[in-house]
Each structure stands twice: as structure tokens, then as C-alpha cells.
């Protein structure tokens, strides 16, 4: 499930486009905003699905060598390790995963995605996770599993003609890529032995996050001139030309964030777009934008312009 800091970014992305488009409907920024998430959501499905394709892909290759004119004893009694993987049999047979990689039409079908598979799976394939894996005496289901999560985080998540191929199908994936592995691990770390097909995958988010994108993008689209009045009287000693303008977009998130909901506290605002900055704006971001919002809650909070809800979330 997305955090709140990875949606706040993806208001931060979508407000950016919408105020390089020109365009004045909100609605259309809105639709782009939503379809970003969703799209997360997408690599978040082939990511789990990757498993069945490699076994798949690994059992067709023990099938063609055992055809072989004059098959080895290896061929005929192949180590059937990686595809008897207990977690991987989980996995194909989920009815969730299922569910979900048919409604967003998400599968590694097609000559590219087979191609790029096949390159993953000889790679994998020469991995030292994988031969000690493929080497042990016996198995069970703790040793599948560690070896399928211990696989993912050090070979599939770095594999760059995986990142190479996300990034061709679309321009939002490429900066969802972290966020996206550590949704994967903690779901496959969710998978226990008794688990049936019925175990539940992640959830995109919940219906209120979805309102509270969707809020935060519109409200600080409505609030911009009032929140940049206040930005522009804390920042008298800037050439306005020289404010990056990703540092005005964090503050006018911040500022309406700190206004208009009141059951997210005052300090988790601040320190949240601060974090933020140190990714998306310029190297000394983190404190300009620190020392202005600062001074503008202070006198918001003076003005009676914030309102929280519940002890301690003013502070």
C-alpha cells in the first residue's frame, strides 16, 4: 500500500505538469494525477508475476533439454529446485494476483517481454543467491521463500534491462521503482506455508487517501495566489526568478495541507515536504523551504487559519 509520502509526490508531479500544460482544467490534471497512481500500481502486479514467468520459463528449458539427440544424466534427472519453488507455486495459483493482473491488463506476454525474461533468467541463473540455492541437499518452505525474497532485493530489483524495459513503457515508473520493490518484499514476505489462493496482495491505497489526493491536488490549485502571498512576503529578498519553482510547489503543498486538513498534525506537514524537497528541488532546498514554512504557520497559527483535531497536532 502507498505511503502518504509517495502520494504527496505524486500531487507534487502532477501539479508540476498541470502548471507547465497552461491548461486551466483542474479535472484533466485530476485524471493524469489518478492514472499516475494507477500506474504504479501496474509495475507493483508485474513485479509478482515475474516469478511464474521465470519458472515457466525455466521449465521450458529443462523440457527442451531432456529432447535432447543424446540427452546427459543431467538432462534426464534436471534439478527441479527454482521450478518447484514453493512460494512461486503460491504465487501462480493467487486468485488475487490474478484478479488484479487481468483488470489492469498487466502480464509478460509478447516476443519483448519473453526476450527480456530469457536474458533475466540466464543472469539470475549464474547468480551466486541462485547456485547456493540450486545446490543445497534439501529445501523447505522457510529456505523458497528467503531464497525468492533474497533474490528480488539483491538480482531483480537492480536487473537494469528490467529498469530499461519499465522505463520504455512509462514515464512514471522509473522515479516508482524503489517504493514499488519494497511494496513486493513486504508482500512476499506476507506469504506463510498454510497460505491458500486467497491471500490478499497490497491494495493501492485506501478510499480516503484516494479523497485526500484528490482534495489536496484541487485545494492547492484554489489556494495558489492566497499561499503565494504569504510566500512572496517571507521571501522579500529573492528575485522571485531565482526561487526554484519546485520550491514554490512544495510550500503552496505544505501551506494547504497545513489549512485545510486538520487531522494531519503540523509537524508531520513540515517535516514531510522537507524530506521531499531533498529529492525533488535543489540541494539547498531543504532549508529555504524550512525557514519559510516556519515562519508562515507561525502566523497562520496566530490568524487562526489552522485548525487541528486532536491533542498535540498543532505543535
Known amino acids: 500500500m502507498l505511503n502518504r509520502r509517495h502520494l504527496r509526490i505524486k500531487v507534487l508531479q502532477a501539479l508540476y505538469a498541470f502548471s507547465l500544460s497552461k491548461n486551466e482544467n483542474a479535472v484533466a490534471g485530476e485524471k493524469e494525477l489518478l492514472h499516475s497512481v494507477s500506474k504504479m500500481y501496474d509495475m507493483y502486479i508485474y513485479f509478482l508475476l515475474i516469478f511464474d514467468d521465470l519458472s515457466n520459463f525455466a521449465n521450458l528449458r529443462i523440457e527442451e533439454a531432456k529432447r535432447k539427440r543424446i540427452p546427459t544424466k543431467e538432462n534426464l534427472n534436471p534439478n527441479m529446485r527454482f521450478v518447484n519453488n514453493k512460494l512461486i507455486g503460491q504465487l501462480s495459483v493467487n486468485g488475487s494476483l490474478k484478479k488484479a493482473s487481468e483488470k489492469a ?38 529456505s523458497d521463500k528467503n531464497f525468492i525474497v533474497q533474490l528480488f532485493k539483491k538480482e531483480i530489483c537492480n536487473f537494469e534491462l528490467l529498469h530499461n524495459f519499465f522505463e520504455d513503457r512509462s514515464i512514471y ?128 497559527k496566530n490568524d487562526g487559519a489552522i485548525n487541528k483535531v486532536g491533542r498535540g497536532l498543532m505543535e
Open 105 to 142: 491488463s498487466a502480464n509478460w506476454i509478447g516476443d519483448i517481454e519473453q526476450d527480456m525474461l530469457k536474458k533475466m533468467f540466464i543472469y539470475l541463473s549464474e547468480t551466486d543467491i541462485f547456485l547456493d540455492y540450486m545446490q543445497k541437499e534439501s529445501s523447505d518452505y522457510k
Open 173 to 300: 515508473w522509473q522515479d516508482d521503482m524503489d517504493h514499488i520493490c519494497s511494496m513486493v518484499l513486504k508482500t512476499l514476505k506476507s506469504f506463510e506455508e498454510d497460505t491458500d489462493e486467497f491471500h490478499s496482495i497490497s491494495d493501492l491505497y485506501k478510499d480516503d487517501e484516494k479523497d485526500y489526493i484528490i482534495q489536496l491536488f484541487h485545494k492547492s490549485i484554489k489556494l495558489e495566489s492566497e499561499n503565494l502571498k504569504m510566500i512572496n512576503s517571507y521571501t522579500k529578498n529573492w528575485d522571485s526568478d531565482r526561487l526554484a519553482k519546485m520550491d514554490i510547489l512544495l510550500m503552496n503543498l505544505a501551506i494547504t495541507e497545513a489549512k485545510e486538513f486538520s487531522s494531519i498534525p503540523l509537524k508531520v506537514t513540515l517535516n514531510e515536504y522537507i524530506e521531499i524537497s531533498k529529492f525533488y528541488s535543489t540541494p539547498k532546498s531543504n532549508g529555504f523551504i524550512n525557514g519559510v514554512l516556519d515562519k508562515v504557520f507561525i502566523e497562520l
